[in-house]
């Protein structure tokens, strides 16, 4: 049924053999790799994976850990709908209606 | 297999490329495919780090101005191909660009911007606000005065764009560094030297400042003034859903811009009149910004109400480097031999990059006269043949 | 119909189930364990997180795409379906990649069809009605939010007058309320529990009234209630502090505001010191199989377990771990009549050890998860192997079968919020993952790069034994 693959960011499905593959291709940093495989962009927003594709990674070239950079998180820190996001305060923003002419 | 060295450069080059965002990349391509050798492309962090990778991926021709329908009509044919080219799948999906206005004042302006790409075989075409329910089903079109659609307009992805390029410029033997800072340009009367890096100093008779929102500072080092200001844009993703919007919408009216990616996701921002122009990159801040979130959503909303419970996943910004007449600067400049930029895209890098990085190519290798990077000159400014394009938009 | 029923609608057949509950929770008592199919390689997933936070459970639930089953209360009449879109490429192609595992090279959606360009068109014409998860709502509805959907207070006059507040304190579990308490200021404590304590402080009550007079054969467990009981009694006769529960902070930006999440509506924040006392999100680990459904952390099981009611009366568990989770884990399960096996996969812990030994738990000790597969709807194989190349016979590895699987250990810091409003992190995999750069013993304090004052504390700066543990008695 299941199949022995062991995944490394569940939300877009990788593995951790095609994150290796990816470092193998040339992508030798987390923010090219987090795009080239999809790590970390999917709805956990990184949560999940993001600490284990670092230490991954620097075990593939052999460095520190504490070498490997983190990538920008961007907010929000979990999805917020468009509704949500609308009903905050914020100066309404529409054409500049150009009543005076 | 993308070579991303992180070693010492080469001693010397035949022409050095700073910046590998699409116009660093395409050109350093096109340069390639002219026979060109001994190519380097160098790159503070990492490919598409700047502009190219924080853009939202559209390429239009809808623009007011003859040679902007050019410039980018060419760039079109070039995307129509690129998969091909490169041997990449670089996800370009012609659905069009849905540009609408709020404002009765702008329709005379659509419809003669319309007629002009018309004759310049952009198959643009003027909308009532009803049709364009048949192009974006659930659109709001009560605020909606008139739209153009042009159904070759489309959008690729961004980084995929690159990396082919990327891939590309290997086969061919061009050297990419990442990681690896410009701190000078090096110029003995007045001809460049040398390049100096903080991994070594390459010695060359050419090169391209690519460097975008560094540019001004990268060619100041060598006396060159360029007029570009950094302005910070922000944009967002959303989660991905099945396919439901083809075309981009735009709305001159409020600078919107929505699409649906081939990932499923909206992608899409709004300009900002608020946003300063910085006069240089040490200014450069890409946090992003509340105000943004909500300003998005509520012209979102206003326009397509339907996506009130579709969420957004990750918000983040970029910076245009824009010229005061939003037009790009290509080309060289006088008394300074070897030294070349293709800068201040002004938000547009990516859509006209592709095209621009071939004209360079040519232009570089050859000396050949081209008529569009003469106009869109350094020497412009003070020409004072400053054209604005009336469609500029996020 | 009695009114502790509920009927839902699954993919369009009636499911019964207890009100009050989570839908992955009625879901998972109902035998139904896939919620989703991944979005690649179409890999049944099962509730993972429990706590909204990860891709697992979204679900369409009354027309609206990707909502997270785990934190959504059952109603009455509720339409659930998986949303089992075909992949990117189309459900051949994911089929076989499912079963194929090296057929396909990373990123081959780049590389494939690309060549002549008519083809390129034509693949992505082909394949753009297969991309995407989730069509796009139906219409707008209001979604149902837990945690204790039960009695959601209306909008608590808390929230109203936000905006701005001298020092918010993110996380009411035992840091949250240290802090609080150090703090000789008012300040306000957000968590999403209902009450202070944090998500340990219900599990923990439960398990230590379970073990009665054999809990001082558990010392780490005892020290851990005494300390958030204690806690939850100072916080409580502190008039200047401030407790609203049923929130998260959704989103960081600078220089210093925060997005706060009240069941579904947003509220924006802006502090002048900030306590980041968020904890840490469950760790499954890297092995063969760990996407499978029924393998959770030990605060998905506490979520299940405390807030939504989980029955696992008669049902095989298997904890495997180490420390205050692996003990606090068993000794939940045990007193909801689950048959918990114990694996230790580490040293120490010998007075629980033998204490286990004498509960009856089946237990082995030196032995780590190497594997998982499902081999039944409601029924997973798990394989275990001696944690280090032990002696003895080669083949001394071990099979079990489990209901559920409970993976217990250092959890891993949370961090995305304090990192966007620009603290510094750093790798670090002995404490968990990326934790503030500069920490000392008692967390992480700085400024933030406008000048608020930031403090890290508890398990959001680092789990490892350089910072102490949850459970250690203060």
């Known amino acids: ?101 | 297999m993308i070579p991303l060295t992180r070693e010492q450069v080469p001693a010397t080059a035949d022409v050095v490329l700073v910046g590998a965002g699409i116009n660093g990349l395409a050109t350093a391509y096109e340069l390639a495919q002219l026979g060109m050798k001994n190519i380097v492309v160098l790159e503070k962090t990492y490919i598409g780090s700047g502009s190219t990778g924080r853009c939202g991926g559209g390429i239009r021709q809808q623009w007011t101005t003859e040679e902007n329908i050019r410039l980018a009509q060419e760039s079109v044919r070039m995307y129509e191909n690129m998969s091909a080219e490169l041997g990449y799948q670089v996800f370009f999906r012609q659905g069009g660009y849905l540009m609408v206005t709020e404002n009765e004042n702008d329709l005379p302006a659509l419809r003669d911007a319309v007629a002009l790409q018309q004759r310049c075989d952009v198959p643009t075409d003027f909308l009532q606000p009803q049709e364009c329910l048949e192009i974006v089903p659930d659109l709001d079109i009560s605020r909606i005065k008139g739209a153009t659609f042009c159904p070759r307009d489309g959008t690729a992805y961004p980084f995929a764009v690159v990396w082919g390029y990327a891939r590309a410029c290997h086969r061919k033997g061009v050297k990419i560094y990442i990681g690896t800072t410009v701190t000078d340009l090096k110029t003995t009367e007045g001809r460049i030297t040398a390049v100096e890096t903080d991994r070594g100093t390459i010695q060359t008779p050419l090169v391209v400042n690519c460097a975008g929102p560094w540019a001004r500072s990268l060619a100041a080092g060598i006396g060159v003034e360029l007029p570009n200001r950094q302005e910070r844009h922000e944009i967002m993703v959303s989660e991905s859903l099945k396919p439901f919007l083809d075309p981009m919408v735009i709305s001159i009216s409020n600078g919107i811009y929505f699409s649906q990616s081939m990932r499923g996701e909206i992608v899409g921002g709004i300009g900002d009149s608020d946003e300063p122009r910085l006069p240089g990159p040490s200014r450069f801040k890409t946090h992003s910004g509340m105000r943004f979130a909500v300003r998005f959503a509520q012209a979102l909303l206003s326009y397509y109400p339907r996506a009130a419970e579709v969420r957004m996943m990750r918000q983040w910004a970029g910076m245009y480097d824009v010229t005061p007449d939003h037009r790009p600067i290509l080309g060289g400049v006088d008394g300074l031999d070897g030294y070349f930029h293709s800068c201040g895209f002004s938000g547009h890098g990516f859509m006209l990059g592709p095209m621009t990085g071939k004209r360079m190519a040519r232009f570089i290798t050859t000396g050949r006269r081209d008529e569009i990077i003469e106009s869109l000159s350094l020497e412009r400014f003070s020409r004072g043949d400053i054209q604005a394009d009336a469609f500029v938009v996020g | 119909m009695s009114s502790d029923k509920v009927t839902l609608r699954f993919q369009n057949k009636a499911v019964i189930c207890r009100a009050g509950t989570s839908v992955a929770a009625a879901l998972w008592e109902n035998g139904i364990r896939v919620l989703s199919h991944s979005p690649k390689y179409g890999r049944g997933r099962g509730v993972t997180c429990a706590r909204g936070q990860c891709t697992a459970c979204l679900m369409r639930i009354d027309g609206i795409p990707n909502v997270r089953a785990c934190e959504t209360a059952v109603c009455d009449g509720m339409t659930i379906e998986r949303q089992d879109t075909g992949a990117f490429y189309g459900p051949v192609l994911q089929k076989t990649l499912a079963t194929a595992d090296s057929l396909f090279p990373v990123g081959f959606y780049y590389k494939w069809f690309t060549r002549p360009a008519a083809l390129s068109r034509m693949f992505l014409q082909g394949i753009r009605p297969l991309t995407g998860v989730g069509r796009v709502p139906d219409a707008p509805a209001a979604v149902r939010s837990l945690p204790e959907a039960a009695d959601p207070p209306a909008r608590p006059a808390a929230t109203e007058d936000l905006g701005s507040v001298d020092h918010i304190i993110v996380g009411g579990g035992p840091a949250g309320l240290e802090a609080a308490l150090e703090a000789d200021a008012p300040a306000l404590v957000v968590d999403d529990h209902p009450s202070p304590g944090g998500q340990r402080a219900a599990a923990l009550r439960e398990a230590c009234e379970h073990l009665g007079s054999r809990l001082q054969r558990y010392p780490t467990l005892a020290a851990a209630d005494d300390r958030i009981r204690s806690l939850q009694e100072k916080f409580s006769e502190r008039r200047d502090l401030r407790y609203i529960g049923h929130s998260r902070i959704v989103a960081g930006y600078r220089p210093n505001g925060l997005l706060l999440r009240h069941g579904s509506e947003l509220a924006s924040v802006e502090f002048a010191m900030l306590t980041w006392a968020a904890g840490a999100m469950d760790v499954l680990g890297l092995f063969p199989g760990n996407d499978t459904p029924g393998l959770i952390g030990p605060r998905a099981l506490y979520r299940l377990l405390c807030r939504d009611g989980l029955r696992v009366d008669g049902k095989p568990v298997l904890v495997v771990g180490h420390g205050l989770d692996l003990w606090l884990s068993a000794a939940l399960l045990s007193a909801r009549g689950a048959h918990p096996a114990l694996v230790v996969d580490g040293p120490g812990d010998q007075t629980e050890i033998s204490a286990a030994v004498d509960e009856k738990w089946q237990l082995a000790t030196g032995m780590k998860l190497a594997s998982l597969r499902t081999i039944r709807a409601d029924r997973i194989s798990a394989t275990l192997v001696p944690r280090r190349s032990a002696p003895g016979p080669i083949n001394s590895h071990l099979e079990l079968d489990a209901d559920l699987v409970v993976v217990c250990g250092e959890g891993k810091p949370s961090f995305d919020v304090t990192y966007q409003i620009g603290v510094d992190y750093e790798l670090v995999p002995q404490a968990g993952g990326f934790v503030p750069t500069r920490r000392t013993e008692s967390g992480y304090r700085g400024t933030l790069p406008d000048g608020a004052p930031v403090a890290i504390v508890g398990e959001a700066a680092g789990t490892g034994p350089q910072v102490p543990s949850e459970g250690a008695p203060s």
């Open chain 1, 1 to 101: 049924m299941s199949h022995p693959k062991t995944f490394l960011c569940r939300c877009e499905d990788v593995t951790l053999e095609e994150f290796r593959e990816a470092y193998g291709e040339g992508f030798s940093e987390l923010e090219s790799l987090k795009r080239y495989t999809g790590v970390g962009t999917g709805f956990c927003q990184g949560k999940g994976c993001m600490s284990e594709a670092a230490a991954e990674l620097a075990r593939l070239r052999g460095i520190e850990p504490g070498q490997i950079r983190l990538t920008t998180i961007r907010p929000p820190a979990e999805p917020l709908t468009f509704g949500q996001l609308a009903a905050l305060d914020e100066p309404i923003f529409h054409a500049a209606q150009e009543e005076e002419e």
